[in-house]
């Protein structure tokens, strides 16, 4: 073939045109034009037009586009160009796309980009393993900061509550006291009244053998009236009031009220967090009390109804064995977990990010520190009433 001659692949009418044009304006070059509408509505060329051509003509290095006659284009034309593309790569061939429109050069570079690697992004963000634990130490340090920050600002704000000069709204107040208590009683109920019923029905089995039924009365008694009444409650109030003073705080966070306040001279420790602490502070004890009375009730059905136990009789068994010393330390437990709880909520709450994931996250990680604080508040306490005797 000589310079600057022209071969026609295929003729169609007119109205259905979509034809390629074959030429050599170089000695290295092949020119491919592309002539009428290229959509998937005609009938397209096929890539073999361009390997027959390409196997003619051994001494081609190079092959360019002419769409000045295109008049129309779609993903057709998209497939027939990376159809060529392929075939160039497997003949060495280089392909030049300078004549192409714009939108097919970018869709082009789109297709022939190199698609990532299946664990390229892995490798590259694997950190060393002392690396990691230095990050993770570096967060928990930075964490335990702002907490110890956190209860020492809780700490002035609840001083300045007891002087009277704290800033708060008494209505906020009122209403944190009734959503924590008196709408926290049914769940309380429920959950305390199952404990008393496991908590003697397990002691039973046990002492049934020795013919020592009636201790019964005094294991659920001594064991709601210390301890597990206000774990179950504190628990309890972690997942429903401290997740929602979470929640709240965060929502707050991200619709920037907080910094609003903050902007006009209002603390929100004392507008927020104070009205928060000091209602778990006042509703928790009431609220272990009665939980107490849930499950030792609890524990009076498995008596009067499994052991054949008098009621007068169980009642009795349980005043003789749980003392003071039992109902106050059971009470310091629902006073400390109040606060724990109040103060998980709100500090995760005003940790929160700037986005509805975030908020969630609040909540879930204020579940997690309240019932984890709950746990070493336990332990700490029962060792201390050991130590002294109590």
């Not at 497997?90 to 980009?113: F, H, M, W, Y």
């Not at 709204?169 to 926290?184: E, N, P």
């Not at 103060?343 to 509805?356: I, K, T, V």
């Amino acid at each position: 073939m000589t310079e600057g001659s022209t071969i026609t692949a295929e003729m169609k009418p007119e109205s259905a045109r979509s034809d390629l044009d074959f030429s050599r304006p170089a000695e290295d070059t092949l020119l491919i034009r592309l002539l009428g509408s290229w959509t998937l509505g005609h009938e397209l060329p096929s890539p073999d037009g361009v390997r027959k051509q390409l196997e003619s003509e051994p001494r081609v290095r190079r092959i360019a586009f002419d769409t000045e006659r295109l008049t129309h284009w779609d993903s057709g034309l998209l497939t027939f160009l990376i159809k060529v593309r392929d075939l160039c790569v497997q003949t060495n061939i280089e392909l030049d796309n300078t004549g192409l429109p714009k939108g097919v050069k970018r869709l082009v570079a789109l297709a022939s980009a190199v698609p990532e690697k299946k664990d390229a992004r892995a490798r590259t963000l694997r950190e060393p393993f002392f690396s990691q634990v230095g990050a993770h130490t570096i967060d928990f340090v930075r964490s335990s900061g702002e907490m110890l920050g956190f209860i020492g600002e809780a700490s002035v704000a609840f001083m300045k509550f007891l002087g009277g000069r704290a800033n708060y709204r008494r209505s906020d107040l009122i209403l944190i006291i009734q959503q924590s208590g008196a709408q926290a009683l049914p769940i309380v109920s429920l959950i305390s009244l199952l404990v008393g019923l496991i908590l003697a029905f397990i002691g039973a089995v046990q002492l049934m053998m020795f013919g020592a039924q009636i201790y019964v009365a005094s294991l659920v008694g001594i064991a709601m009236v210390r301890v597990m009444g206000a774990i179950m409650t504190g628990i309890i109030m972690a997942g429903r009031t401290g997740a929602a003073f979470a929640a709240e705080l965060g929502t707050m966070q991200v619709n920037e009220e907080i910094d609003a306040l903050r902007t006009l001279g209002i603390s929100p420790m004392e507008f927020l967090v104070l009205p928060r602490m000091v209602a778990l502070a006042l509703m928790m004890p009431l609220l272990c009390l009665y939980s107490d009375l849930m499950g030792i009730l609890g524990g009076l059905i498995v008596g009067v109804g499994m052991l054949d136990l008098n009621p007068v009789v169980y009642f009795n068994q349980t005043r003789a064995a749980v003392s003071l010393n039992h109902f106050w330390v059971g009470l310091f437990h629902g006073v400390v977990f109040g606060v724990l709880v109040a103060l998980a909520g709100c500090l995760r709450g005003l940790q929160c990010g700037r986005s509805a994931s975030a908020v969630g996250d609040a909540a879930t990680s204020a579940v997690v520190t309240g019932i984890v604080s709950i746990i070493v508040a336990t332990a700490i306490i029962t060792f201390i009433c050991n130590v002294l005797g109590i």
